[in-house]
């Protein structure tokens, strides 16, 4: 198996278990435990590993309501953007913001308790952001899918 396979493989078992022992994974991957490990690090400081994390149940911690907000800014000089910025990396329910090709600057995905607390959100903080002309609310009425499993086949 040539590095890539090795590494492939590495990060398919690391998408599924992070939290994996290293003796484990070069079980699963048919290699010795401390080159599997360099592999590991070296991905690591390379940026292809970015960290690990715990996948949450939102729901179960009372996040009842997923928003998709589309975010259109004002159409002046990029003076607002990076404290537009700023704002959206400071607030926790935003889990997610994406600058956009197309009709919209931003879409943020935003979590929060309930439909009150959804309003309070837009209305009081992401309406005041700098640079925000207008924003428009999406609701998630259940997730079909929710992997951050990236497909191995397109990682060349």
Aim: proline residues 3%; contains cysteine.
């Amino acid at each position: 198996m040539n590095d890539d396979k090795w590494e492939e493989a590495i990060l398919r078992y690391l998408q599924q278990d992070g939290r994996m022992s290293n003796v484990e994974l070069a079980e699963k991957i048919g290699l010795s435990e401390s080159p599997t490990l360099r592999r590991v690090k070296q991905m690591e400081a390379d940026g292809r590993i970015e960290g690990y994390a715990a996948i949450v149940d939102q729901r179960k911690l009372g996040l009842e309501v997923t928003a998709y907000v589309l975010v259109i800014m004002e159409k002046q000089p990029d003076t607002n953007t990076e404290e537009f910025h700023a704002c959206v990396q400071i607030e926790p329910h935003i889990m997610e913001c994406h600058a956009m090709s197309g009709a919209h600057d931003y879409l943020m995905k935003v979590v929060a308790k309930n439909m009150d607390h959804f309003s309070e959100l837009c209305m009081e903080k992401i309406l005041k952001f700098p640079g925000v002309q207008h924003v428009e609310s999406n609701f998630s009425l259940r997730a079909i899918k929710n992997s951050r499993v990236l497909p191995s086949e397109s990682w060349r």
